[in-house]
């Protein structure tokens, strides 16, 4: 399989844990932040999103967390279970004309039945 | 209803040879991204085509790489002599419209070059 996995931070929880994953972005102007997920070989998958304006926003079983003051995001996942094994990306986008999405490394989540 | 497609699935290819990777976006959806994913590796920004705009090129690497959109819709990224660092993941996304909207991703195609 891929071996994406090889230089990134990893993340092993036990099945039922509560799992943090944390990022740190780059720009102060950022104004929309995504978290991804990616199974390997598979494209990311949509999670959750942020607008500069909140702090925290959630969604099913899953939470994001935002702080501006210190350029930094978490995503909290509640009763991981295996099936959220993966990299978690998170994204931002600084605005601009594009608004492509400037993406972190990744965090690879293992989770141990 | 169907998500991003992109064909091929997977491409190997031999240093020197062109390729050719093609991109459906979701339907209704003007914006398009392409994205490399390198081993080991976050996305980098290549290529983003809106509308009937002027594509932003900033991302493409190299003159060897280059992209068209034809009537709105499909996408085709063309990497000329390939060359082995070529060798990645290519990513594409599409979004409803500029503006910070959610980019919705295809699987992507994994390019090798020997």
């Known amino acids: 399989g891929e071996s994406v996995g090889l230089h990134l931070p990893t993340l092993s929880v036990q099945e039922g844990d509560n799992s943090i994953i944390n990022c740190a972005y780059s720009n102060s102007a950022s104004d929309y932040f995504i978290w991804y997920k990616q199974e390997s070989g598979k494209g990311p998958q949509f999670i959750i999103d942020?607008?500069?304006?909140?702090d925290k926003r959630q969604g099913q079983r899953v939470t994001v967390l935002l702080n501006k003051t210190v350029k930094h995001l978490s995503l909290q996942i509640a009763a991981t279970q295996p099936g959220d094994s993966a990299v978690y990306f998170c994204a931002e986008i600084a605005g601009g004309a594009t608004n492509k999405l400037i993406f972190g490394t990744g965090t690879l989540l293992a989770v141990q039945p | 209803g169907a998500g991003v497609s992109q064909s091929p699935s997977n491409k190997v290819t031999e240093k020197g040879k062109d390729v050719e990777l093609r991109c459906d976006p979701i339907s209704g959806h003007t914006a398009l991204y392409w994205y490399r994913q390198s081993l080991g590796q976050g996305l980098e920004f290549l290529i983003y085509?809106?509308?009937?705009?002027?594509?932003?090129k900033s991302g493409l690497p190299s003159d060897r790489f280059s992209a068209e959109r034809t009537g709105g819709s499909v996408s085709t990224l063309t990497i000329q002599r390939t060359q082995q660092e070529d060798s990645a993941v290519y990513l594409c996304a599409s979004s409803t419209r500029n503006g910070g909207e959610t980019q919705y991703f295809g699987p992507g195609t994994r390019l090798l070059v020997l």
């Open positions: 942020i607008r500069s304006n909140m």
């Open positions: 085509f809106q509308g009937n705009s002027a594509p932003d």
